[in-house]
């Protein structure tokens, strides 16, 4: 298996939530991808499997307003690059719908905690007088990044 279908492979393992599950499915799937000849597929073919299966699992139902958002986003930005003479800026719109789902989907992440660190941290407690900026700071991103497409719309 050559190191770009291994990346791809790590890659989509890495996108699952939680532990157990992205260590079950990171070694079934590089035993997918070693043994793809014997079963008659590329070792590509399975890495493309993975990140997709990887992508579905990660379909919940709070992610259909972002997935709606960056329909409208690629939609309205295909149909104002097309038809009118603002072909940069819908073309940049079209763009952002496009990136919004995997923005969303790394935001996600790294912002959520797996079962067994939401337990071993439940049963021992917050460390005395820490502060937590990171939530803040992650909650802060998609309202700039909302800003900065508004400035970009109606400049």
Same mark, same amino acid.
């Given at each position: 298996?050559?190191?770009?279908?291994?990346?791809?492979?790590?890659?989509?393992?890495?996108?699952?939530?939680?532990?157990?599950?992205?260590?079950?499915?990171?070694?079934?799937?590089?035993?997918?991808?070693?043994?793809?000849?014997?079963?008659?597929?590329?070792?590509?073919?399975?890495?493309?499997?993975?990140?997709?299966?990887?992508?579905?699992?990660?379909?919940? /139902?709070?992610?259909?307003? @972002? !997935?709606? %958002?960056? &329909? #409208?986003? =690629? +939609?309205?930005?295909?149909? $104002?690059?097309?038809?009118?003479?603002?072909?940069?800026?819908?073309?940049?719109?079209?763009?952002?719908?496009?990136?919004?789902?995997?923005?969303?989907?790394?935001?996600?992440?790294?912002?959520?905690?797996?079962?067994?660190?939401?337990?071993?941290?439940?049963?021992?407690?917050?460390?005395?007088? /820490?502060?937590?900026?990171? @939530? !803040?700071? %992650?909650? &802060? #991103?998609? =309202? +700039?990044?909302?800003?900065? $497409?508004?400035?970009?719309?109606?400049?």
């Amino acid at each position: 298996m050559n190191p770009l279908v291994r990346g791809v492979i790590v890659t989509a393992a890495a996108l699952l939530p939680g532990k157990a599950r992205r260590e079950r499915h990171l070694e079934q799937w590089l035993a997918d991808g070693e043994g793809a000849a014997e079963a008659g597929l590329t070792s590509s073919r399975v890495a493309l499997g993975a990140l997709r299966a990887a992508l579905v699992m990660n379909l919940t /139902r709070r992610s259909a307003v @972002p !997935l709606g %958002l960056a &329909a #409208v986003l =690629v +939609i309205g930005g295909v149909r $104002l690059a097309v038809t009118t003479s603002e072909q940069a800026l819908g073309t940049a719109v079209a763009m952002a719908g496009v990136a919004l789902p995997l923005l969303l989907l790394i935001i996600r992440r790294f912002t959520e905690r797996d079962w067994e660190d939401t337990l071993t941290a439940g049963q021992a407690g917050p460390p005395p007088g /820490r502060k937590r900026p990171l @939530p !803040l700071i %992650l909650g &802060a #991103v998609p =309202v +700039i990044l909302a800003a900065l $497409l508004l400035l970009i719309l109606f400049r």
